[in-house]
């Protein structure tokens, strides 16, 4: 019923373009080129008609954007007996990320986003001090595109600090992203429920992408 009724809105939209003399194939381009801010760039600044284009072509953007509950997410961690050095992979032990047992020191953490179909891409940013106690983190990690979605693998060579948070930013939407991306940004650094923040990802949803950001541990 979903897809029905996105096929009818999609139908409308595009009798809008037809009756209003518009040609969106430049813009339907960008679009699935993944140009984001290009594209964002000019809906923005278009005037008199090409207001109402934008408008009709936002919301055309919109049925592309991906159902939350396609995109899955999970994390393991790897850890080593507290007070001993991390060592190398193999003098580690893999657990769930949401079931790390008392008594071990984080050494590495990897996470995997998943979805049927759309694109996912990210960043996994880390602050060994502390969410907030810089507004740049240490490292940021653009991921490893998979089969079926996207993985961050981040590693220290000491155990990580207890007061250490990490935060992952992931969008999916139709298309790879393209381009300079300015939201990720508000996404890593922001405080979650902030404004800027919600308008990051706000610029996002109205681009036919949807975004999840995660706080970790």
């Known amino acids: 019923m979903q897809t029905l009724k996105g096929l009818a809105l999609a139908t409308v939209i595009a009798a809008c373009f037809f009756w209003l003399g518009i040609e969106p194939a430049r813009w339907g381009a ?19 008609v090409g207001k109402i284009q934008a408008g009709l072509f936002h919301q055309w953007m919109r049925l592309w954007r991906p159902d939350r509950d396609d995109i899955r997410i999970e994390g393991s ?3 080593a007996p507290e007070g001993q050095q991390c060592g190398s992979r193999e003098q580690q032990t ?4 949401e079931a790390t047992p008392a008594g071990t020191s984080v ?3 990897q996470m995997r986003a998943f979805a049927e179909g759309p694109f996912i891409i990210g960043r996994l940013a880390y602050w060994p001090d ?8 240490e490292r940021v990690l653009r991921g490893n595109a998979e089969m079926s979605g996207r993985s961050w693998t981040l590693e220290t060579e000491a155990p990580m600090p207890k007061s250490a948070k990490l935060r992952l930013a992931v969008v999916a939407g139709p298309a790879d992203v393209k381009g300079s991306q ?13 404004a800027a923040r919600e308008t990051a990802m706000q610029r996002l949803y109205q681009l036919g992408y949807d975004v999840r950001v ?3 541990p």
Not at 94 to 97: L, Q, V
Not at 182 to 194: C, E, H, K, Q, R
């Open 107 to 109: 050494c590495g953490i």
């Open 214 to 216: 995660l706080d970790l």
């Open 30 to 48: 960008m679009h699935s080129d993944g140009r984001l801010l290009d594209l964002e760039t000019e809906l923005d600044s278009a005037e008199g």
């Open 130 to 137: 502390g969410l907030g106690s810089s507004s740049k983190p």
């Open 94 to 97: 893999s657990f769930p990320i």
């Open 182 to 194: 300015p939201w990720y940004s508000d996404l890593l650094a922001a405080p979650i429920g902030s």
């Open 77 to 79: 961690v790897f850890a």
